[in-house]
């Protein structure tokens, strides 16, 4: 008997675990990101292309002047850059995409790379600059690297070049994966909670403990990482394994913007010096107080150092 009460138990145990995964998935698809707003709190209108291979994603296309293409990090969304564009649009034609969400086989880094100039070739912008934020800063130095007609230059935010944990240690690295299931899985207040007093004081994935860090708590739960599925996430990452841009840096002649926030833990200050160290043509900027999601934790900061850059570019 004690056998069928335990074995009931579990039946029951798991049905109901089943039961909340699934109570779960649903919330998080029918989150609605909320709309990127002009200086007049409008939204910004959002408009839908098609890539050649009948992906289709949304894009906002903005403001007038100087083109600047905004490529998100590998959870993708646009709206990643919700202080940045408003900002920019005032001066500048911004143009900000999301990443695609289908990998499918055959697929290999460079699907990035194409879709940007797909897009690009579409709105016929003239002369762009790029700005990349994390994953997004691979994509902008592949594309520099290989692709560089067209392009001012580059701005590289918290960049990444290849993919390694090492720097992180085991202990990090082991709680990479809790906080992003606590995050999209965990009731929202029990959420907020755990990234606000233990994964942002440890550094842990895109929290850090700076004087923004409710900012990027609020991202990753109404923006980031519940609206893209994980696996996607780790699909967009893993098509840069195996790949080391660094070596490709050399050959970039563009000016390049380097912006890091000293807190990163996720991709290190040491990357992004050694990034900017490779590229013949660079400046190095830190947001101070800032980590992995420098435009979110303090936004001003980030725009400010990035117009500065603009404005001395050749040509503006």
């Known amino acids: 008997m004690g056998f069928l009460k335990r074995f009931a138990a579990g039946v029951a145990a798991g049905v109901a675990g089943v039961a909340y995964w699934k ?33 289709r994603v949304e894009y906002i296309d903005a403001g007038e002047g100087p083109a600047t293409v905004w490529i998100p990090g590998a959870d993708g969304p646009k709206e ?10 005032r001066g500048y034609r911004v143009i900000a995409a999301d990443l695609r969400t289908r990998i499918a086989p055959g697929h290999d880094f460079d699907r990035f790379v194409d879709d940007v100039l797909e897009l690009v070739d579409h709105l016929d912008p003239g002369p762009y600059v790029v700005v990349g934020q994390s994953l997004g800063s691979a994509i902008a130095m592949r594309l520099a690297a290989r692709h560089p007609a067209g392009l001012r230059g580059i701005v590289l935010v918290n960049p990444i070049a290849h993919l390694s944990y090492e720097h992180v240690g085991l ?3 082991g709680l990479i994966p809790v906080a992003q299931g606590a995050t999209r899985y965990l009731p929202t ?4 909670a755990l990234a606000r007093e233990v994964f942002s004081p440890l550094g842990v994935w895109i929290y850090d403990d700076s004087p923004g860090r409710d900012a990027v708590v609020q991202y990753a739960l109404d923006t980031g990482p519940r609206t893209v599925p994980g696996t996607v996430s780790a699909a ?3 098509l840069l394994a195996g790949l080391d841009l660094r070596r490709e840096l050399w050959s970039v002649e563009v ?8 807190r990163d833990v996720y991709c290190p200050v040491s990357w992004a010096l050694d990034i900017a160290d490779r590229l013949p043509n660079s400046r190095y900027v830190p947001i101070s107080g800032t980590g992995h999601l420098s435009h979110i934790s303090r936004p001003a900061a980030f725009n400010q ?12």
């Open 305 to 316: 150092a990035v117009e500065s850059w603009l404005e001395g570019l050749p040509g503006d």
């Open 236 to 238: 967009r990452v893993e």
């Open 189 to 192: 207040p029990l959420s907020r």
């Open 80 to 89: 990643t850059f919700r202080y940045q564009l408003p900002h920019f649009a």
């Open 255 to 262: 000016p390049a913007l380097v912006v890091k926030g000293p």
């Open 171 to 173: 202990n990090r690295t």
């Open 23 to 55: 109570a779960m998935v649903r919330r998080n698809a029918s989150l609605v990101r909320p709309p990127v707003r002009d200086a007049m709190g409008s939204p910004f209108p959002v408009r839908e292309f098609t890539y050649s291979d009948g992906e």
